[in-house]
């Protein structure tokens, strides 16, 4: 048997076995471990194992992933999530379609702290849909804007999800962090912009609301998510003039955000450090552990040359390389809807990253259209998770299919980011270009 036949098996047993519930991390070690063995032998796949292994979780590079779930978890328990959608209320609420359009604004500025999108669904969900279905919003537009909305954490800096295709494409972090803060705000802009377009054309979906808020309460409303604001700024600020390294960044973070939840707690009892910590922890290994054995999986591929055979195939062929840019967009959105974002980027980037750069497009502007395409493929119908997120927190007060049934104008507000992606490549990759190293 030929080593590009291996290959073709392995992949074959790789998605085999993720679609018979065996865990993504434990399929993809098996599967490249097992590979690596019959390609090169016992030896030679054990020493890649731990070379590997020793290469992750020894960096000081990739200390930011747990600096950055840390100081999301503080931000959680600091109750800041409840203070920004307060404050986006009251600057939104008036709007057409105010409340879903304050969740979108709110859970961007939370996402920035959190970087987690199923964290920023599920407590939007508790926050934002029992205040939107008691104004007579409809169920459908309330629950696919808290979907669409929980993604951002993923785009806008710091993004833990920018951190791992760093990782797994040995790209700079500091540059990804920064490519999605332009992107992650133009998004947000269009997602509050297909709530609006929605609701003006069906104004039964989301009634005005009757109370108005003086400019002195708006204004005092930004006290409570001042100090978050200020410290998101100056994380972008710190990266892009070359002040601290990301790492550096996600720890001064964690630790304003651990003030601020001892100050909201008036102590440490009410922090609950024991539990962040072993949150972090529990987290921080999960995605280690992904990218561990997705980078022996990774091996495997390349030892079988099969990647390379792919990439070669797609390279040459005689068609626009936008039409494989197109098909690469395609397999993410399939398989967006079946696996989180982590795993996804574990078991795609050994095949489409080369693809891409030899295609001759950026490696950061890469990162920031396939972290979108993630974000696209959570609220994606059958299966996106994000929307399973939204129905679990909701309990009874929505059904699944109405979260599905609101998505169309975020999935076309999604498709139009991509677009301007493709035609103006510059907005992500301008301040990347023109940050201090």
Same mark, same amino acid.
């Given at each position: ?6 290959? =073709?098996?392995? =992949? ?20 490249? &471990?097992?590979?690596?063995? %019959? ?27 747990? &600096? ?63 205040? /939107? ?21 993923? &785009? ?119 539990? =962040? ?8 290994? &999960? ?25 070669? %195939? ?23 809807? /079946? ?16 693809? /891409? ?12 259209? =396939? ?32 979260? %599905? ?11 139009? /980011? ?20």
């Amino acid at each position: 048997m030929d080593e590009l036949t291996i290959g =073709v098996i392995g =992949v074959v047993a790789l998605f085999l076995t993720i679609l018979s519930g065996v865990n993504v991390m434990i399929a993809l070690g098996i599967v490249g &471990m097992v590979g690596l063995y %019959f390609l090169a032998g016992f030896n030679a796949a054990s020493s890649t194992l731990s070379s590997i292994f020793f290469t992750v979780t020894y960096s000081f590079h990739f200390s930011v992933v747990p &600096m950055f779930l840390l100081m999301g978890y503080f931000a959680m328990r600091a109750g800041i999530g409840r203070d920004l959608f307060e404050a986006a209320t009251r600057w939104f609420g008036r709007l057409p379609g105010g409340l879903a359009i304050a969740t979108t604004g709110g859970a961007a500025a939370f996402g920035a702290a959190s970087g987690s999108s199923v964290g920023t669904a599920t407590l939007f969900t508790k926050l934002a849909l029992p205040q /939107m279905l008691d104004r007579g919003y409809s169920k459908s537009l309330a629950s696919a804007s808290i979907a669409i909305s929980g993604t951002l954490a993923v &785009m806008i800096p710091p993004s833990a999800l920018m951190v791992v295709y760093g990782i797994l494409t040995d790209s700079s972090i500091g540059q990804l962090l920064l490519a999605g803060a332009i992107p992650g705000a133009i998004f947000t802009v269009l997602i509050a912009l297909a709530t609006l377009i929605t609701v003006l054309i069906k104004p039964e979906l989301a009634p005005r609301i009757d109370f108005r808020y003086t400019w002195r309460e708006k204004f005092a409303s930004l006290r409570l998510v001042g100090p978050l604001v200020l410290v998101i700024v100056a994380i972008i600020g710190g990266l892009y003039g070359g002040i601290f390294t990301p790492t550096e960044a996600g720890a001064i973070g964690a630790l304003v955000t651990f003030f601020m939840a001892v100050i909201r707690h008036r102590g440490l009892r009410g922090v609950r450090l024991t539990g =962040v910590l072993l949150d972090t922890v529990q987290t921080t290994a &999960m995605i280690f552990g992904i990218i561990i054995c997705a980078l022996v999986f990774s091996r495997f591929l390349a030892f079988s040359g099969l990647s390379q055979y792919i990439s070669d %195939f797609l390279i040459n062929a005689d068609v626009n390389r936008w039409v494989i840019v197109a098909i690469i967009a395609g397999l993410y959105i399939l398989l967006g809807m /079946m696996m989180d974002a982590p795993a996804l980027l574990a078991i795609t980037l050994p095949v489409t990253y080369p693809i /891409m750069i030899n295609l001759g497009f950026d490696p950061i502007w890469f990162g920031v259209f =396939v972290v979108l395409l993630c974000e696209l493929g959570a609220v994606t119908p059958p299966v996106g998770i994000n929307c399973f997120v939204v129905k679990g927190a909701a309990g009874k007060l929505i059904e699944l299919e109405d979260v %599905f049934r609101g998505l169309l104008p975020y999935i076309i507000a999604c498709l139009v /980011m991509l677009l301007i992606l493709c035609f103006f490549p510059q907005i992500a990759l301008y301040l990347p270009e023109t940050m201090r190293r």
